[in-house]
């Protein structure tokens, strides 16, 4: 039977006071500690539903970016509720999935054997919803068959798969385990430091003692100052690919408009230059899909530095800017990120950095012409600029 696991790791985390995603947990952020359980069991793939702080949720499950298990997708609706990252997971589905397990961050003290028993007991007895239970006291995560998927799509808010648990009461199977540690959450610092055995409240990663920057912040400082992330900034100097971009939304003068985006990617020695003609595309469209160009070319999980005069950009994948608009342009970027750890570098847009020049009249070119043109764009990658980049 295809069970494929669902880990929730979208939430503001309220009552814990930060991202409980990335607060450390003997060493690990929570968010890889139940992701490392999760494809420790037998479910088929694990999809994690990014949201709050995603940049930083994201980088710190990199490590698993190599199982193909693993699948990270954002929800940007996170803010509505538990619900919509319920559906942004079912959405991720691989096809074939009979039934999908739900996992939270907030236990730490789970294991893949709990999970193997949950998914043999689910084999055996076939009911719609299965959870394990101790001493009487009902725990997660659970496992909802995918007859249930239509109705668990159709939820909304803060509610999540309770009320049909309350619903399907009649073809509920509930599997005891011998211990209530396994299901044991944390909703507060004082929590985790109580199940840690520890007098003190856990550290969390990186720069956690400081205030995580708002989600939401709209409104665009005088001079953009990029966002310090002392954990991004450590794997600046060990990029192993250096990504310049930029696009490029231009009106003709009959009123068409028309927008293209160029990307310039080295790796080593070996250097290249990507295009896209976006028809009518916005200006902030263009740029998106600029960083898309770069990080779609890479063939394997690298260690990235990028390069864009795009504050939008580089903002909204830091998780300060909500992400209200070109939504699906957000997910084709998310998509073309999510292997890999990068560092993204704002730069200020005619500067004289030569490659961004160079992205520039690229971008510039394709829009004017309607088309890509290779020849054209390896024509701008002169010999001066390589060695100044």
């Not at 968010?31 to 490392?36: F, K, L, N, S």
């Not at 893949?112 to 009487?136: N, Q, T």
């Not at 070319?297 to 998780?319: H, I, K, N």
Request: net charge neutral; aromatic share 6%.
């Amino acid at each position: 039977m295809v069970i494929d696991g669902i880990l929730l790791a979208a939430g503001l985390s309220r009552r814990f006071g930060r991202p409980k995603q990335l607060v450390q947990w003997r060493g690990r952020p929570l968010v890889v500690h139940i992701a490392e359980t999760a494809l420790a069991s037998r479910l088929r793939h694990v999809v994690v539903v990014l949201g709050h702080a995603a940049h930083d949720v994201r980088q710190a499950l990199l490590p698993l970016a190599g199982d193909p298990r693993l699948r990270m997708v954002f929800n940007a609706e996170y803010e509505e509720g538990q619900a919509s990252s319920i559906r942004r997971g079912l959405r991720a589905l691989e096809p074939g999935a009979e039934a999908a397990m739900f996992l939270t961050c907030d236990q730490p003290l789970l294991t893949a054997s709990v999970l193997d028993a949950l998914i043999d007991a689910f084999v055996a007895h076939r009911p719609l919803i299965c959870y394990p239970v101790h001493e009487g006291v009902r725990g997660s995560p659970v496992i909802f068959a995918a007859e249930l998927f239509p109705e668990l799509m159709a939820l909304s808010g803060d509610v999540g798969g309770r009320v049909l648990i309350e619903k399907y009461r009649a073809r509920v199977y509930e599997k005891r385990i011998s211990s209530a540690k396994p299901l044991a959450d944390v909703d507060t610092p004082a929590d985790l430091s109580a199940l840690a055995g520890e007098d003190d409240p856990p550290q969390g990663l990186g720069a956690a003692s400081s205030d995580p920057p708002t989600p939401g912040r709209s409104e665009a400082p005088r001079e953009f100052q990029p966002l310090r992330l002392p954990f991004l900034e450590r794997e600046v100097d060990r990029a192993d690919v250096l990504i310049v971009c930029d696009g490029s939304s231009r009106r003709l003068p009959s009123g068409e408009r028309r927008a293209a985006a160029a990307a310039i990617v080295k790796r080593g020695s070996e250097v290249a230059i990507f295009g896209e003609y976006l028809g009518a595309a916005t200006n902030q469209q263009a740029e998106i899909v600029a960083a898309c160009l770069g990080l779609e070319a890479l063939t394997e999980p690298s260690r990235v530095r990028l390069l864009t005069d795009s504050a939008y950009v580089v903002r909204t994948m830091q998780g300060v800017y909500k992400r209200r608009a070109n939504l699906a342009f957000w997910e084709r970027l998310e998509r073309a990120a999510g292997r890999h750890l990068i560092a993204w570098v704002w730069t200020r847009g005619h500067a004289g950095h030569p490659w961004q020049e160079i992205c520039d009249r690229a971008a510039r070119l394709i829009s004017k012409e309607g088309r890509v043109d290779s020849e054209k764009l390896a024509a701008l990658l002169d010999r001066h600029a390589i060695d100044r980049g």
